[in-house]
């Protein structure tokens, strides 16, 4: 209103200039971050620079951080995120994909707190409810028979298990997964992966890679029949005849929030099973509601697996993995030991059956589908303001902008590189993903808000506008 009466007193009479020029005036300053209700305690810890002299001396070499002067994150609640020094970040990658019901939940928190108070671990050769709740609770979310679980500590872990199943349960060695895809980091699961970036030089043992089917950069466009064509030909030239199984992510996470060509795992999981394997789904990053429109990432392709793996989501934090499979699959385990120290650890399942609860009770994957299409609608409308947005695509709360530098997707990764520093500044955190590292992923906790959404696309485009 201050505004409006000195461009009057001005001499400028028409409203239309008036509204042009608050536009203008608007469009100049940085967009700022929604109002929260919530004070960050004073940290008195070790600052940003000791933490990260300290990280380089006694934690490994492999590891990496994100930014040029790396954020020491210390505290977090719901959506955002608090450094050092109390500023406040919307997290839009949501501790890679794990955070759903939102950072320090209470409901988790709480659950977590009173199981711990009460009795923080025992293993499964003793009995306790909350195994066997949360057990229950995960069951009655999963279609057909898929009702045996199995408790892990993580990802990796779920899809090394569903892996040895696969072969136990089959007889065959042979795995199929996809080329751009990431199942892992284990000695095992690193044979599945298929990105160069995430691979050491070791025996992958009879693993095979088929065309992945990306309907931006694929081969076959979003032409599901001619990849699983080549699916076919690959098992009756590549290997016996008879593989053990077949793993995919619906929408590959660390590939770059890559949705899979509709109609592809219905086809390729009939080829799979005339070929005597099973179907794996990797849901570590898609499952729970998170696409929106399917509680599960598979259902939106219309098929049910034989083996599902989950994990990152379903703890909210928590160090927590499962898989889930049918009775049948699951007998051929008996006939050794299999025993995991921590799965079913009484305070991840507390928890863990809390974020179950949580996402029901607030409805989180009506509201990621409600959210997302707000967000997926604007980011196309940025798409035609900047050429450099080459792709945007994905459900709900996962979704994938991928940058390219001309008309031939020759990816943008230096641009990619400088905007990322440029929305951190402005106070937003996404992911990077692909293979080249130009594919912001923008996977935020399950509590995102319209005004989340519109904040994160008008500081892309300030950002962009501004390279």
Known sequence: ???????????????????????????????????????????????????????????????????????????????????????????????????????????????????SQLLQHTTTIYLHHVIVEFAEALASKMPGNLKVVYFVNSGTEANELAMLMARMYTGNLGMIALRNAYHGGSAGTIGLTALHTWKYPIPQGEIHHVMNPDPYRGAFGSDAARYAKEVEDHINYGTSGNVAGFIAETFQGVGGAVELAPGYLKLVYDIVRKSGGVCIADEVQSGFGRTGSHYWGFETQGVIPDIVTMAKGIGNGLPLGAVVTTPEIASVMSKRIQFNTFGGNPVCSAGGLAVLKVLDKEKRQA?????????????????????????????????????VSDKDKTPAKAEAAVLFEKLKDLGVLVGKGGLHGNVFRIKPPMCFTKQDADFLVDALDYAISRL
């Open 367 to 403: 509201h990621c589908a409600d959210v997302g299409f707000q967000l997926i609608d604007r980011l196309r409308t940025l798409q035609q303001k900047h050429d450099i947005i080459g792709d945007v695509r994905g459900r709900g709360l996962m979704l994938g902008v991928e940058l």
């Open 1 to 115: 209103m201050f505004l409006r009466r000195n461009l009057w007193r001005s001499g400028l009479r028409s409203e239309v200039q008036l509204r042009e020029l608050l536009r203008r005036g608007l469009s100049s300053a940085s967009p700022s971050l929604p109002p929260f209700d919530h004070q960050p305690r004073p940290y008195k810890g070790m600052l940003a620079d000791e933490v990260l002299e300290k990280r380089k001396k006694f934690l490994g070499p492999s590891l990496f951080y994100y930014y040029q002067k790396p954020l020491n994150i210390v505290e977090g609640k719901m959506q955002y995120l608090y450094d050092e020094t109390g500023k406040r970040y919307l997290d839009a990658f949501a501790g890679i994909v794990t955070v759903s019901c939102g950072h320090c939940h209470p409901d988790v928190v709480n659950a977590v707190v009173e199981q």
